[in-house]
């Protein structure tokens, strides 16, 4: 297991990847004036591909939590997979219920 979260989240993206399902991570940053700080912003997409070997992405995903990523990507790699959803963390599935977030609507 990688000892970073950008770690884990590469490898669920290579895995992913490996089934068929290449997704695109990134960040983007701006600065709040009410934190007085840069905020990043995290984004996982979809790689679509187009007839003539181009390809554009589709949003799945955003949050301003890196440690939500990693939980959202593990939720694809497993419904992607057949396997059933992972109720363990109780904080990941109150803010999937609040945002109303379904690996099931995006795929």
Do not use: C
Not at 3 to 15: D, E, F, M
Not at 27 to 51: A, L
Not at 80 to 93: A, C, H, Q, V
Request: proline residues 4%; aromatic residues 14%.
């Amino acid at each position: 297991m990688p000892s970073s979260r950008v770690g884990t989240i590469k490898l669920l993206q290579r895995a992913l990847d490996s089934i068929g399902y290449p997704v695109l991570y990134h960040t983007t940053q701006f600065y709040s004036t009410r934190q007085k700080r840069p905020v990043t912003q995290y984004h996982i997409k979809k790689v679509v591909f187009e007839d003539d070997d181009r390809s554009s992405s589709e949003e799945l995903f955003n949050t301003y939590y890196q440690l939500y990523v990693i939980f959202f990507l593990r939720d694809l790699w497993d419904y992607l997979n057949g396997r059933p959803e992972d109720m363990s963390n109780e904080i990941w599935n109150e803010y999937k219920r609040k945002h109303n977030i379904s690996v099931k609507d995006v795929v």
